[in-house]
């Protein structure tokens, strides 16, 4: 079944400990995404991965780290940096080719610290 | 930098009701316009796009969206609600930028009373 897994669905931090997220794609999509969705704010973008071995940050990438080492696969690390990590997280990626941006999102990963 | 703002952020409707969420984006050249869906405990579904063509787009579901570029905006309308259609609505855009990442709104959460 093609898709986008995230793990685990519900993730308890407590303060000053690093957090890892993990994402996984079988669609063999170049690019992958990592948003952030607040209530009231919708969606953030955090990171951004257009092909294996590069990343980017995106709008609100303080406190956070991702690696992109395999083209399945990109993890998000929430670090004692983020001041405010306590969140839901969506990982999505676009179809291959120019014109397609639409993204398909996983299931998300909620994330809070105590 | 793109921006997407949706004033609605909450709308309550009986069923039946018609139903409209404004969208309105801040970027002056060409883009890509999407509206996603969230219904409870699910994950991020696409409802409708726009890429170029014919401004009034259909969507799943009976929904459809009217591209105006002279207000930059991509309202979301339905003649007639569900109470199946309580969920949340984003708005999002991308601009043709070498990021490809799409820019969303804050949501409109619409709650569908029977």
């Known amino acids: 079944d093609g898709g986008i897994t995230q793990s685990p669905k519900y993730l308890f931090r407590k303060e000053g400990q690093n957090v890892t997220l993990s994402c996984e794609q079988n669609?063999?999509?170049?690019?992958m995404y990592w948003y952030r969705q607040d209530p009231g704010q919708g969606l953030r973008l955090i990171y951004y991965?257009?092909?294996?071995?590069?990343?980017q940050k995106g709008d609100i990438a303080e406190g956070y780290s991702v690696s992109r080492e395999k083209k399945e696969s990109f993890p998000l690390t929430v670090t004692s940096a983020q001041k405010n990590p306590t969140a839901f997280y969506l990982c999505?990626?676009?179809?291959?080719?120019?014109?397609?941006?639409?993204?398909?999102f996983g299931q998300g990963t909620r994330l809070t610290v105590v | 930098a793109q921006s997407v703002s949706q004033h609605n952020h909450h709308v309550i409707l009986s069923e039946a009701a018609s139903l409209e969420l404004g969208c309105n984006y801040s970027?002056?050249?060409?883009?890509?316009l999407f509206w996603y869906v969230q219904y409870p405990g699910q994950h991020l579904q696409l409802l409708l796009k726009?890429?170029?063509?014919?401004?009034l787009v259909k969507g799943i579901k009976g929904f459809e969206a009217e591209f105006i570029k002279s207000k930059f905006s991509f309202n979301l309308r339905k003649p007639s609600v569900q109470w199946s259609d309580t969920a949340e609505y984003f708005c999002a855009v991308n601009a043709n930028t070498g990021r490809r990442a799409l820019t969303f709104g804050s949501g409109t959460r619409l709650q569908v009373q029977p």
């Open positions: 999505a990626s676009p179809p291959n080719g120019q014109g397609n941006t639409e993204a398909f």
């Open positions: 970027y002056g050249g060409t883009v890509n």
């Open positions: 669609l063999n999509h170049d690019a």
């Open positions: 991965s257009q092909i294996v071995n590069d990343f």
């Open positions: 726009y890429f170029s063509g014919d401004p």
